[in-house]
């Protein structure tokens, strides 16, 4: 992305929407002041881009939501309002192709940004990760990540992952961001990306629960690549009851299929037929289905009183 220099003149008359005046954190800019305004301003705190024109709905939607968010900041970060009608070179050089656009800016750079008018929610959480752990900390990011959490438990993957990726963008290699981003691209089918995420993880921090929450989940997918249709392994139980490895495939396959409890099931029907069949394979299997699943899990916490139950009996 070129960035503009500090010198030139704005295409047309200037003009600006009148909010943007109204707060020492919120500016109008032109091809003359970009650069001190963004570029220069941005090595002091994170500068918001906002580029619009007078003739875009999405714009007059979205503008007065960053408005509020950036002034509720109280300086932690700017607006800068940038008319595409008025400083058509500024556009054309950032490669703006529809608005509104958003770009942020730190340290002279474009570090992040999305299109068109998003939730004030996203909002928040956009302007939140700008701000960094330079105005929170652990405290700024724990808030960053119980959002994404929820937007990831709501299916809003593509929303959570930018908010994960925001965390890590602040604090590289934070496990239960690197896991978040990961269980993201596990929910996109992209295992390749999810085990590279990972890597991201400090060796210190590699015991983490959220993060060795991934790598059981990660193991789980591998193995299910190679599964049969439960169809058929449940008419071989049918014929022999006895039939181990295709109980144990069968787990394989509803877990594969989304259905973990059916999964859960077999496993510990087979402990039940033979606790030690193929070098304890079924114990060790729920085991990893625990690490995935979480020790807080309901399921977790009764599949655990269950084997117990069949160990000690």
Known sequence: MALIGSTGRPLGQSGSQPAAGASPYIKDATLQNFAAEVLEASREVPVIVDF?????????????????????????????????DENQEI???????????VYA?????????FMGAIPDNQ???????????????????????ATADQMLAAGDVGEAAQAYGHVLQDQPGHPKAAAGLAQCYLKSGDLERARTTLQLVRPDDAGDEAVRAVEAELKLREQAVSVSDPGGLVAKLA?????????????????????????????????????????????????????????TDPRTIAARRKLSAILFS
């Open 52 to 84: 619009w024109a007078p003739w875009c709905a999405p714009c007059k939607q979205l503008g007065p939501a960053l408005e509020k968010a950036v002034n509720e900041a109280k300086g932690a970060l700017r607006l800068v309002k940038v008319n595409i």
């Open 91 to 101: 556009a054309r050089q950032l490669q703006i192709k529809s608005i509104p656009t």
């Open 105 to 113: 800016f730190k340290n002279g750079q474009p570090v992040d940004g």
């Open 123 to 145: 909002i928040k959480t956009f302007v939140e990760a700008l701000i960094g752990a330079g105005h929170g900390g652990d405290d700024h990011a724990a808030e960053v990540l």
């Open 239 to 295: 014929a022999d009851p006895n039939d181990h490895q295709a109980r144990y495939d069968l787990a394989l396959a509803l877990d594969a299929k989304a259905d973990r409890e059916g999964a859960i099931e077999a496993l510990l029907e087979l402990v039940r037929r033979d606790r030690k069949w193929n070098d304890d394979a079924a114990r060790k299997h729920l085991v990893t289905l625990f690490e995935a699943m979480g020790a």
